[in-house]
């Protein structure tokens, strides 16, 4: 088969997103799938031997290349190999995910916790396995796709609120029936806004119409409470969360989901989730990597502060360079340029000034608020912020957003 019958609809996917591709990279505007050669602590790359200050990195608290955490993964390397040659549940299992299953439960206060190979398959497998047809799931409008997929694979009805809007959500849960089994989701911090979930009133919600609570721990985990075990320790909140789900692959610098809860919870997901037992297991480095994590979040606590300054100026220097960063309190600061082309254009001058930024555009985002995405991490100094905004101020003006 090739791509010449234009009545084929495989075909006609397959070449209207190449065309749109292809228009791209033709006016030099496509920034998307760089080869990285190095990573150099988070803050800094280098492509194609040039190096850049990194503003599209999820390694919030800069713990990529930490030593104590690249030790932790060689040691495992010359114990077990690399492999696991088997699912969980089977052969897969090895004291390195206990540990690591343990170490998570202790840092999110939980009875227990499993690992996944990533954060999307948790997502996926673990609403699809508790949900099903007569059920109901409630969603924030802007939640992460892994979540949408899993409710749709799910066969519960799907609902949705709009964004983060406490009296909308309400009147959702007021319209189902009373006795049915209802399921609400929320990302903590939106992955494309970087605001926080109303949390307090969320709970509220859930303990009055009793529905059970899961919340996606993606970028909070390390970066939201005083010690960074997230979400429920930065409201004061603990113990209201049910499904604690969270990934390995952002702040905690490895791969794999996992989700913290009570022990019967944990015990189900382990005979029942599909990507626990037809998927193989982490491998031993990458858990070992993922739990000494844990550990260094705890003994180096200047890391949350540091990232909370650094925030704190790159929001406040953007805002009064006069971007629009819509609702964002934390290390995700969309930079909304409008059109998809400002963006595109934004992003090539800012990474021709040595500044690595990223646009998302629709439909991941809807039409018109099309943006750099820009993150911020532990690892930069606050001169090397001030001279990444510069660049991106001087971007806007050339793409006339600002
Ligand atoms: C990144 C992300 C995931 C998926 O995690 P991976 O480990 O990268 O598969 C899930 N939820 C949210 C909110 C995310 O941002």
């Given at each position: 088969m090739d791509f010449s019958n234009e009545n084929d609809t495989i075909t006609q996917r397959v070449c209207a997103m190449n065309k749109r591709v292809d228009k791209i990279r033709q006016s030099d505007l496509y920034y998307y799938n760089q080869p990285i050669?190095?990573?150099?602590?988070?803050?800094r790359v280098v492509v194609k031997g040039r190096e850049m200050g990194m503003y599209?990195?999820?390694?919030y608290l800069g713990l990529v290349g930490h030593p104590r955490i690249n030790e932790a993964a060689q040691q495992a390397i010359a114990k077990y190999?690399?492999?696991?040659?088997?699912v969980r549940l089977l052969a897969g299992t090895l004291t390195i995910h206990t540990e690591l299953e343990e170490t998570i439960a202790e840092f999110k206060k939980t009875e227990a916790a499993i690992t996944y190979t990533s954060g999307y398959a948790t997502n996926l497998s673990v609403i699809s396995t508790l949900l099903g047809r007569g059920d109901y799931v409630i969603c924030d409008k802007l939640n992460h796709a892994s979540i949408v997929d899993g409710c749709l694979m799910s066969g519960a009805k799907f609902l949705r609120f709009r964004h983060n809007d406490m009296q909308a959500l309400e009147k959702r849960l007021q319209q189902l029936p009373v006795n049915a089994t209802k399921l609400v989701i929320a990302d903590?911090?939106?992955?494309?806004?970087g605001d926080i979930i109303d949390f307090p009133k969320l709970v509220e919600l859930c303990q009055n119409y009793k529905a059970w609570l899961m919340i996606d721990e993606a970028h909070s985990?390390?970066?939201?409470?005083s010690t960074g075990r997230g979400i429920e320790e930065y409201f004061g909140?603990?113990?209201?969360?049910d499904i604690n789900m969270g990934t390995l692959s952002k702040t905690i610098p490895s791969v794999g989901g996992y989700v913290a809860g009570r022990k019967e919870l944990i015990e189900y997901l382990r005979h029942a989730s599909r990507a626990y037992i037809f998927s193989a297991a982490l491998p031993p480095a990458q858990a070992a990597a993922a739990k000494t994590s844990f550990d260094v979040i705890l003994d180096e606590p200047w890391r949350i502060e540091k990232l909370n300054a650094n925030t704190k100026q790159f929001i406040s220097g953007l805002q009064e360079r006069g971007f629009n960063t819509l609702h964002t309190e934390t290390a995700i600061v969309p930079v909304i340029c409008g059109s998809d082309e400002s963006a595109y254009v934004m992003t090539r001058e800012a990474q021709h000034r040595d500044t690595f930024v990223l646009p998302v555009v629709s439909p991941a985002v809807p039409?018109?608020?099309?943006?750099?995405r820009a993150t911020i991490t532990a690892a930069h100094e606050p001169d090397e912020i001030e001279r990444a905004m510069e660049v991106i101020e001087l971007a806007g003006k050339v793409a006339g957003v600002i």
């Open positions: 050669s190095e990573l150099r602590g988070g803050a599209a990195s999820y390694s190999g690399t492999g696991t040659h088997g903590s911090v939106f992955s494309m806004d985990l390390g970066v939201l409470g909140l603990e113990g209201t969360i039409p018109g608020l099309a943006r750099l």
